[in-house]
Protein backbone atom coordinates (compact mmCIF):
# COMPACT_ATOMS: atom_id res chain seq x y z
CA UNK A 1 0.00 0.00 0.00
CA UNK A 2 2.85 2.71 0.96
CA UNK A 3 4.49 1.65 -2.61
CA UNK A 4 1.72 2.27 -4.22
CA UNK A 5 0.57 5.36 -2.65
CA UNK A 6 4.43 6.04 -3.04
CA UNK A 7 4.34 5.79 -7.09
CA UNK A 8 1.08 7.57 -7.18
CA UNK A 9 2.21 10.73 -5.03
CA UNK A 10 6.12 10.69 -7.04
CA UNK A 11 3.34 10.76 -10.56
CA UNK A 12 1.46 13.31 -9.55
CA UNK A 13 5.03 15.73 -8.30
CA UNK A 14 6.89 15.12 -11.78
CA UNK A 15 3.38 16.20 -13.57
CA UNK A 16 3.47 19.47 -11.33
CA UNK A 17 6.99 19.95 -12.04
CA UNK A 18 6.38 19.68 -15.99
CA UNK A 19 6.72 23.40 -17.38
CA UNK A 20 4.07 24.59 -19.65
CA UNK A 21 6.33 24.23 -22.89
CA UNK A 22 6.80 20.51 -21.76
CA UNK A 23 3.25 19.96 -21.61
CA UNK A 24 2.75 22.00 -24.96
CA UNK A 25 5.22 19.91 -26.71
CA UNK A 26 4.16 16.34 -25.29
CA UNK A 27 0.40 17.38 -25.99
CA UNK A 28 1.82 18.29 -29.48
CA UNK A 29 3.49 14.95 -30.05
CA UNK A 30 0.29 13.17 -28.64
CA UNK A 31 -1.41 14.92 -31.82
CA UNK A 32 0.92 14.39 -34.57
CA UNK A 33 1.21 10.38 -33.31
CA UNK A 34 -2.56 10.21 -34.43
CA UNK A 35 -2.29 11.97 -37.39
CA UNK A 36 1.15 9.93 -38.49
CA UNK A 37 -1.22 6.61 -37.31
CA UNK A 38 -4.19 8.51 -40.10
CA UNK A 39 -2.31 9.15 -43.08
CA UNK A 40 -0.23 5.63 -42.81
CA UNK A 41 -3.31 3.80 -42.62
CA UNK A 42 -4.80 5.92 -45.42
CA UNK A 43 -1.20 5.14 -47.35
CA UNK A 44 -1.16 1.45 -46.76
CA UNK A 45 -5.08 1.22 -48.16
CA UNK A 46 -4.11 3.11 -51.25
CA UNK A 47 -0.71 1.07 -51.53
CA UNK A 48 -1.93 -2.10 -50.84
CA UNK A 49 -5.22 -1.93 -52.81
CA UNK A 50 -3.23 -0.91 -55.62
CA UNK A 51 -0.97 -3.67 -55.29
CA UNK A 52 -3.71 -6.08 -54.61
CA UNK A 53 -5.68 -5.19 -58.15
CA UNK A 54 -1.95 -5.29 -59.82
CA UNK A 55 -1.51 -9.07 -58.46
CA UNK A 56 -4.86 -10.27 -59.41
CA UNK A 57 -4.81 -9.10 -62.70
CA UNK A 58 -0.85 -10.59 -63.48
CA UNK A 59 0.65 -12.01 -60.05
CA UNK A 60 3.59 -11.12 -58.78
CA UNK A 61 5.56 -10.14 -61.83
CA UNK A 62 2.45 -7.41 -62.60
CA UNK A 63 2.69 -6.69 -58.95
CA UNK A 64 6.35 -5.95 -59.06
CA UNK A 65 5.72 -3.70 -62.10
CA UNK A 66 3.28 -2.20 -60.50
CA UNK A 67 5.81 -1.25 -58.04
CA UNK A 68 8.68 -0.07 -60.38
CA UNK A 69 6.53 2.33 -62.08
CA UNK A 70 3.78 3.84 -59.61
CA UNK A 71 5.00 3.27 -55.79
CA UNK A 72 6.88 6.28 -55.85
CA UNK A 73 4.50 8.74 -57.43
CA UNK A 74 1.29 7.49 -55.61
CA UNK A 75 3.38 8.02 -52.04
CA UNK A 76 4.63 11.64 -53.92
CA UNK A 77 0.92 12.46 -54.50
CA UNK A 78 -0.27 11.32 -50.84
CA UNK A 79 2.59 13.50 -49.89
CA UNK A 80 1.24 16.65 -51.76
CA UNK A 81 -2.47 16.08 -50.31
CA UNK A 82 -1.41 15.54 -46.36
CA UNK A 83 1.19 18.38 -46.94
CA UNK A 84 4.03 16.03 -45.25
CA UNK A 85 6.51 13.97 -46.82
CA UNK A 86 6.03 10.17 -47.01
CA UNK A 87 8.32 7.40 -47.10
CA UNK A 88 8.53 4.08 -46.52
CA UNK A 89 12.53 2.70 -46.15
CA UNK A 90 14.59 -0.18 -44.96
CA UNK A 91 17.75 -1.52 -43.87
CA UNK A 92 17.10 -3.74 -46.99
CA UNK A 93 16.79 -1.97 -50.32
CA UNK A 94 14.64 -2.72 -53.08
CA UNK A 95 14.34 0.57 -54.57
CA UNK A 96 17.54 2.45 -53.98
CA UNK A 97 15.77 5.62 -53.82
CA UNK A 98 14.48 4.78 -49.96
CA UNK A 99 17.20 4.26 -48.75
CA UNK A 100 17.19 5.43 -45.17
CA UNK A 101 18.51 8.56 -43.58
CA UNK A 102 20.46 8.16 -39.71
CA UNK A 103 17.51 8.64 -37.98
CA UNK A 104 15.47 6.23 -40.38
CA UNK A 105 18.24 3.81 -39.34
CA UNK A 106 18.26 4.32 -35.85
CA UNK A 107 14.43 3.53 -36.08
CA UNK A 108 14.53 0.61 -37.79
CA UNK A 109 17.41 -1.16 -35.58
CA UNK A 110 15.10 0.04 -32.57
CA UNK A 111 12.10 -1.38 -33.43
CA UNK A 112 13.80 -4.59 -34.90
CA UNK A 113 15.31 -4.87 -31.00
CA UNK A 114 11.85 -4.21 -29.37
CA UNK A 115 10.45 -6.99 -31.57
CA UNK A 116 13.42 -9.37 -30.32
CA UNK A 117 12.08 -8.72 -26.92
CA UNK A 118 8.86 -9.27 -28.24
CA UNK A 119 7.75 -6.39 -27.11
CA UNK A 120 4.37 -3.89 -28.70
CA UNK A 121 5.85 -1.80 -31.81
CA UNK A 122 3.83 1.40 -32.11
CA UNK A 123 3.95 4.46 -33.94
CA UNK A 124 5.54 7.44 -32.61
CA UNK A 125 5.54 11.14 -33.66
CA UNK A 126 9.25 12.74 -31.93
CA UNK A 127 10.83 16.09 -31.80
CA UNK A 128 14.52 15.59 -33.73
CA UNK A 129 17.53 17.49 -33.03
CA UNK A 130 16.93 19.72 -36.04
CA UNK A 131 13.24 21.08 -34.52
CA UNK A 132 11.48 19.14 -36.95
CA UNK A 133 8.22 17.40 -36.59
CA UNK A 134 8.94 13.16 -37.68
CA UNK A 135 6.61 9.63 -37.48
CA UNK A 136 7.72 6.58 -37.45
CA UNK A 137 5.83 3.26 -37.41
CA UNK A 138 6.59 -0.25 -38.19
CA UNK A 139 6.37 -2.05 -41.50
CA UNK A 140 5.18 -5.94 -41.06
CA UNK A 141 5.88 -9.01 -43.31
CA UNK A 142 2.26 -9.93 -44.48
CA UNK A 143 1.78 -13.60 -46.04
CA UNK A 144 0.55 -11.64 -49.43
CA UNK A 145 4.38 -9.82 -49.26
CA UNK A 146 6.20 -13.24 -49.43
CA UNK A 147 5.38 -13.73 -52.98
CA UNK A 148 7.89 -11.07 -53.71
CA UNK A 149 9.96 -10.92 -50.43
CA UNK A 150 10.03 -14.36 -48.69
CA UNK A 151 13.00 -17.06 -49.52
CA UNK A 152 13.95 -16.94 -53.28
CA UNK A 153 13.04 -20.42 -54.92
CA UNK A 154 10.82 -20.97 -52.05
CA UNK A 155 7.67 -18.24 -51.78
CA UNK A 156 9.46 -16.27 -54.40
CA UNK A 157 9.53 -18.34 -57.51
CA UNK A 158 12.89 -18.34 -59.34
CA UNK A 159 11.45 -16.33 -62.53
CA UNK A 160 9.89 -13.70 -59.94
CA UNK A 161 13.28 -12.73 -58.70
CA UNK A 162 14.81 -12.92 -62.24
CA UNK A 163 12.37 -10.14 -62.84
CA UNK A 164 12.93 -8.20 -59.34
CA UNK A 165 16.70 -8.38 -60.29
CA UNK A 166 15.92 -7.20 -63.67
CA UNK A 167 14.16 -4.00 -62.37
CA UNK A 168 16.19 -3.75 -59.08
CA UNK A 169 19.93 -5.31 -59.89
CA UNK A 170 20.60 -4.38 -56.02
CA UNK A 171 17.75 -5.49 -54.60
CA UNK A 172 18.01 -6.80 -51.14
CA UNK A 173 14.59 -6.66 -49.85
CA UNK A 174 14.36 -11.08 -49.99
CA UNK A 175 14.51 -13.41 -47.63
CA UNK A 176 11.79 -12.25 -45.04
CA UNK A 177 9.24 -14.42 -42.88
CA UNK A 178 5.71 -13.38 -42.08
CA UNK A 179 5.78 -11.24 -39.38
CA UNK A 180 9.72 -9.77 -39.38
CA UNK A 181 9.74 -6.27 -39.56
CA UNK A 182 10.14 -4.91 -43.35
CA UNK A 183 10.70 -1.62 -42.20
CA UNK A 184 9.42 1.66 -41.46
CA UNK A 185 7.00 4.43 -42.42
CA UNK A 186 8.27 7.79 -42.17
CA UNK A 187 6.55 10.56 -41.90
CA UNK A 188 8.17 14.32 -41.79
CA UNK A 189 5.67 17.30 -40.58
CA UNK A 190 8.45 19.75 -41.42
CA UNK A 191 9.99 22.26 -38.74
CA UNK A 192 8.45 22.35 -35.63
CA UNK A 193 7.81 26.37 -35.65
CA UNK A 194 6.41 26.23 -38.88
CA UNK A 195 3.63 23.89 -37.89
CA UNK A 196 3.02 25.55 -35.04
CA UNK A 197 2.30 28.85 -37.02
CA UNK A 198 0.22 26.65 -39.43
CA UNK A 199 -1.93 25.21 -36.40
CA UNK A 200 -2.42 28.57 -35.12
CA UNK A 201 -3.65 30.40 -38.32
CA UNK A 202 -6.38 27.28 -38.38
CA UNK A 203 -7.64 27.59 -34.79
Not at 85 to 92: A, C, E, G
Not at 125 to 140: K, S, V, W
Not at 144 to 151: E, F, Y
Amino acid sequence: MRTTLFVILTSLLLAACESAEEKEQRAMMEEFTEAGHKITKISFASLSGNLKAAMQTGGPENAIKFCNINAMPLTDSLSKAFNVKIKRTSLQLRNPQNKADSLEAYMIDLYGQIQKMQKPMVGKALLTRENEIRYFAPILIKPQCLLCHGTVGAEVKEETYALIKEHYPDDSATGYQEGQLRGIWSINFGPADKVKKARQTTE
